[in-house]
């Protein structure tokens, strides 16, 4: 039969990580943590377990933890969301945001992404029937271009995927981007898709700029956020929906019937664990130690350094290297590196849909200390 992505492999997160485990490198390709989260959130797991938390929980996500998550939003950008109709968990990011896309574009409708973008976007897009518009953030910089953004908006535009803090650049959007934003779509009923990931890693002095602050576009909005991420948990598969309830709604009507609901005891363990704000308040000076040691070990070696204002991803341009390693592909660079120096990368022509290639890696530093130093002393050979 007919294959509804054509286009689409493996994931190349997949593929990097099995190349990684292969050769025995280091593997700083996927984006996960290699230490371990905080113990307190296993034993709030454990006692739901052992309380007889372990059947089906309400479709829109125990209450508890909606609540908890409305709290947060409301502590840190100023709306409150009703955690009874605006708020629903899912089985993390990847399934919030094709539920979020399912929910309102179809067929005749466009989508449009700022690529690079995360490689789940396109094929979403795709299976709900809509058309791919791609714009491409600006090249070196990776900031959003309001003219070209403003040039692609067309009467069949029906949403826009925004992504700040950004995978796989680490850029932050301003709060004038956000206001741009705002402005552009304030005359069209564009929605906006606001993958919020990262929002706990953000660095000094920059601050993360949720759609939420902004009425205009939270009015319009899908915020979508991860427990994986912010909580060193990315194999629990919890992450949550904020938008206003008619979006809500809709969201709610194609949730029940893609997942229903999503597992009961780690919402338990996260609802108790959502309680203290210092795990999440904490993150960035955390992330901001490890970008720190990994920059500093980066800047001794050939590779040329990208800014990173947020996220767990420190992209590197490979065009100061030795030929012939600066005159392969992205893609090959990483298996390359993988196999013959040991430590695995991403290439970032994986984020675009022509494979778009600007001679730059992706490497995650969410790894222990002694995990970046060993990876460093591979990349100080190069
Ligand atoms: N969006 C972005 C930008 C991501 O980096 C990720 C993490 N892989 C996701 C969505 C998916 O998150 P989750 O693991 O919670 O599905
Ligand atoms: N988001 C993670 C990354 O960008 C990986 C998620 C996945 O493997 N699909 O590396």
Redesign the pocket.
């Known amino acids: 039969f007919p294959s509804r992505l054509p286009n689409v492999g493996t994931?190349i997160?997949?593929v990097m990580?099995a190349l990684a485990v292969q050769h025995k490198a280091v593997n700083l390709?996927?984006?996960?943590p290699d230490f371990d989260c905080d113990p307190k959130l296993v034993d709030g797991v454990t006692t739901a377990m052992q309380q007889g938390h372990n059947q089906y929980p309400p479709m829109t996500g125990i209450a508890p933890l909606r609540e908890a998550i409305a709290a947060k939003i409301e502590a840190l950008y100023a709306r409150r969301y009703d955690a009874a109709a605006e708020i629903t968990v899912t089985a993390g990011a990847?399934q919030a945001i094709l539920t979020a896309i399912l929910c309102c574009v179809g067929p005749g409708d466009e989508v449009i992404v700022l690529e690079p973008c995360?490689?789940?976007y396109v094929p979403n897009i795709e299976l709900a029937g809509a058309t791919v518009v791609r714009v491409p953030l600006t090249p070196g910089t990776f900031r959003p271009d309001f003219d070209k953004i403003a040039a692609a908006l067309s009467p069949k535009t029906r949403a826009i995927i925004i992504n700040t803090p950004h995978?796989?650049s680490g850029t932050v959007w301003s709060p004038a981007d956000m206001r741009r934003l705002d402005e552009l779509l304030a005359p069209t009923n564009v929605l906006v898709i606001s993958d919020e990931?990262y929002e706990h890693m953000v660095y000094a002095p920059l601050q993360h700029e949720s759609v939420a602050r902004y009425p205009g576009l939270a009015a319009r909005s899908f915020i979508v956020s991860s427990f994986g991420?912010t909580y060193h948990v990315?194999g629990w598969k919890v992450g949550y929906v904020a938008a206003p309830a008619a979006l809500t709604a809709e969201f709610r009507k194609v949730h029940q019937f893609n997942v229903f609901t999503v597992n009961t005891p780690m919402q338990h363990g996260l609802a108790s664990y959502m309680q203290d704000p210092a795990p999440y308040l904490n993150l960035p000076a955390f992330y901001a130690a490890k970008r720190d040691l990994f920059r500093a070990g980066l800047a001794r070696t050939k590779f040329r350094l990208l800014p990173c204002e947020g996220t767990y991803?420190q992209s590197v341009a490979i065009d100061q290297l030795a030929v012939p390693e600066r005159e392969l592909s992205e893609a090959d660079f990483c298996q390359w590196l993988t196999r013959e120096i040991g430590v695995a990368a991403?290439p970032l022509s994986a984020f675009y849909g022509d494979g778009f290639d600007q001679k730059v890696v992706?490497f995650?530093f969410a790894k222990k200390d002694d995990t970046l130093r060993a990876a460093l002393e591979r990349l100080a050979r190069l």
């Open positions: 994931t997160f997949t990580s390709g996927q984006g996960f990847t995360y490689d789940s995978n796989p990931v991420k990315t991803f991403i992706r995650c």
